[in-house]
């Protein structure tokens, strides 16, 4: 167990896309995803949304600004019998586009076509999921949904299939 996080693990991952239709890919120095390509991710901190644990770790594992498009799934697994390991995926286009790679996390950090990712023997398996799976059907966000007063939310964001995507 990670004293840290206890037993449950939420995490947020961002698929970024760019105008050039490249996806932001890093590849991390530690962990099952070590010198692979994968998508910049993270766990939520206490205060913030899954959406906004995306948008905040894609900001600080590669200097990139990014806005939420959709939320296209989600990743939950058991670890040893006793972790449960969830990360939300979100759809998300890039607003800028010089990154700035973290060298603490990561080895380095990219722009690069679908093609590039598919003949590369590094692209996590996730990765070659989310190949496959394009174009993407994601569930769209409403922001000025709240569920009301005795809840005390003060952030609310409803994903849902309107039928519009």
Wanted: hydrophobic residues 40%; glycine residues 10%; without cysteine.
């Amino acid at each position: 167990m990670d004293k840290k996080r206890g037993n449950v693990w939420i995490a947020a991952a961002g698929l970024v896309v760019n105008e050039a239709d490249e996806w932001l890919v890093v590849k991390k120095k530690y962990g099952g995803l070590k010198g692979k390509w994968s998508l910049p991710a993270g766990f939520v901190q206490p205060g913030e949304t899954l959406d906004e644990a995306a948008i905040r770790e894609i900001k600080e594992e590669t200097g990139i600004d990014a806005e939420i498009v959709g939320f296209l799934g989600m990743r939950t697994g058991v670890i040893r019998n006793e972790i449960s390991d969830n990360m939300a995926i979100f759809l998300l286009r890039a607003v800028s586009d010089a990154i700035t790679v973290q060298t603490e996390e990561l080895f380095t950090a990219a722009f690069l076509s679908k093609q590039t990712l598919e003949k590369d023997a590094h692209t996590s398996r996730l990765l070659r999921y989310l190949l496959q799976s394009d174009p993407f059907h994601y569930l769209p966000f409403n922001d000025g949904m709240n569920p009301g007063e005795p809840f005390g939310y003060t952030k609310y964001r409803l994903y849902f299939n309107n039928g519009k995507n």
